[in-house]
């Protein structure tokens, strides 16, 4: 493959003063700079090379003598699929304590809001803050076992259910197998995302948090 020019700082982190990694809270991930960031958005080779598969190849699969790039088994979503989720079984919030004495209740139900509350700016903004762990924890309560939190690295989806990466397949595979049979979850994800009227294929996806290879990589 030809280099690319922005190839050599298109995964460039930006790093404190000691040299350490930042944390983008909006992203969930080690932050980019920002010249990083205006490679990546203008140059969709990327996530096409970088793209979900349906099957590791040999390339992808970890040992001692052999470290690729971290790639996680299971479903992406949007947010948008978190606030069908949480609309459609009407997933309730226990308001913290000061906010109760500010909107006047203690809890707060998605799709069950009166009129006056889906117009109040601070209700929309906290419950948009707490979707994505309400939505977590009731899928986990559901499915039965503990899923991990991925960021896949594509620009369609925000986040991930994933049930193990090719680092810890053996070990998550035993730990789910042994707790559930894993083609009720299976079966129970696929509903989920069809009952809220969204489509997600359990694939393997680039974890973006530890992607670190540039366009000349082999994987």
Not at 29 to 40: G, V
Not at 106 to 112: A, C, K, P, T
Not at 119 to 146: C, G, H, R, Y
Not at 188 to 215: A, I, R
Request: glycine share 4%; proline share 4%; charged share 30%.
């Amino acid at each position: 493959m030809t280099r690319h020019p922005d190839d050599a700082f298109i995964f460039e982190l930006d790093l404190d003063k000691n040299s350490n990694m930042k944390y983008d809270p909006e992203t969930g991930a080690w932050k980019f700079t920002d010249r990083a960031k205006e490679a990546q958005a203008a140059n969709e080779r990327l996530f096409k090379t970088f793209g979900p598969m349906k099957a590791l190849a040999k390339r992808h699969i970890a040992s001692e003598t052999h470290e690729p790039a971290c790639v996680a088994y299971g479903w992406a979503y949007t947010r948008s699929f978190l606030r069908a989720y949480a609309e459609r079984y009407q997933l309730a919030v226990s308001c913290r304590p000061f906010f109760c004495k500010v909107i006047g209740k203690d809890e707060l139900v998605y799709g069950q809001l009166s009129e006056e509350d889906a117009k109040n700016p601070s209700i929309l903004q906290f419950l948009d803050d707490v979707l994505e762990v309400t939505v977590w924890q009731d899928i986990e309560e559901l499915a039965n076992i503990e899923l991990q939190r991925v960021r896949p690295f594509t620009e369609k989806y925000d986040g991930m259910f994933a049930l193990y990466t090719n680092y810890d397949i053996r070990e998550r595979y035993a730990k789910i197998d042994a707790a559930v049979d894993i083609d009720d979850v299976f079966r129970l994800m696929q509903e989920v995302f069809t009952e809220c009227g969204h489509e997600s294929e359990l694939l393997w996806w680039y974890d973006s948090s530890k992607l670190n290879v540039d366009l000349n990589s082999p994987y």
